[in-house]
């Protein structure tokens, strides 16, 4: 199965400021998306993240926030814009493997803190 | 869109016991049902998933459960050992369409298995 890696593990920002977050993974892979999880919560899709096209926003979600980049099939960024405590959460990245597109495996996640 | 209810939030089971876990799902058109298991500050791994041409999945002492008619399904799992403690998220896929590889994830539930 893939080995999925996210940069950087965890991180403390000041509000304000933007985070890029990487997910890389060791083979090509169909589908990528990015999820957030919130302390004690469940995970909500952000996007998916589209190889060489614009990323597609689910409701609540918006480019300017949350612009993401895919330059290839195994590479994609998130970025958290202009953060404020309350984008305080864990954010994860999920691929699909080529021929099992409904299947989604996680990266170990960013836990980002927004003071 | 799709909207994934999960229950009970919270379950204590005796080890050797068996867990019942169910979700229900809005969208008649889904079909493909993880799901996740999450341990403290990991990622969320799957564990077994089902397809709508399929009632029933097993995987050693872990099974899931679909009925389409009534849109729920349950995992089940038997002689609960102390290490399956943790948070379990089902989730839905829609069938087709724009966004078909969209995972709508339920809130989660927290079983603790008790020695």
């Known amino acids: 199965s893939a080995v999925i890696s996210q940069k950087p593990s965890r991180d403390i920002c000041q509000r304000g400021t933007s985070l890029t977050i990487q997910c890389q993974v060791d083979?090509?892979?169909?589908?990528m998306f990015w999820y957030r999880q919130q302390p004690g919560q469940s995970l909500t899709l952000i996007a998916t993240a589209n190889q060489g096209s614009e990323a597609t926003y689910e409701s609540g979600f918006v480019i300017d926030k949350f612009p993401i980049s895919r330059p290839n099939l195994t590479f994609s960024t998130l970025t958290v814009s202009n953060m404020s405590p309350e984008d305080s959460s864990i954010y994860l990245c999920?691929?699909?493997?080529?021929?099992?597109?409904?299947?989604?495996?996680f990266g170990p996640g960013t836990r980002l803190t927004v003071l | 869109g799709e909207n994934v209810e999960q229950h009970p939030s919270t379950l204590s089971v005796q080890e050797g016991d068996s867990a019942v876990i169910k979700c229900t799902y809005s969208?008649?058109?889904?079909?493909?049902f993880p799901w996740y298991k999450q341990e403290l500050g990991k990622r969320p791994q799957l564990i077994i998933d089902i397809r709508s041409n399929v009632g029933e999945k097993k995987d050693q002492r872990i099974a899931v459960t679909l009925n389409k008619t009534a849109k729920h399904f349950s995992l089940h799992i038997t002689e609960t050992q102390p290490e399956d403690s943790a948070v379990y998220f089902c989730a839905a896929s829609p069938g087709s369409g724009a966004g078909s590889y969209q995972l709508t994830f339920g809130k989660g539930t927290k079983l603790s298995v008790i020695p």
């Open positions: 999920s691929v699909s493997p080529p021929g099992l597109e409904n299947e989604q495996f």
């Open positions: 083979s090509q892979v169909t589908m």
């Open positions: 969208d008649s058109a889904s079909n493909y």
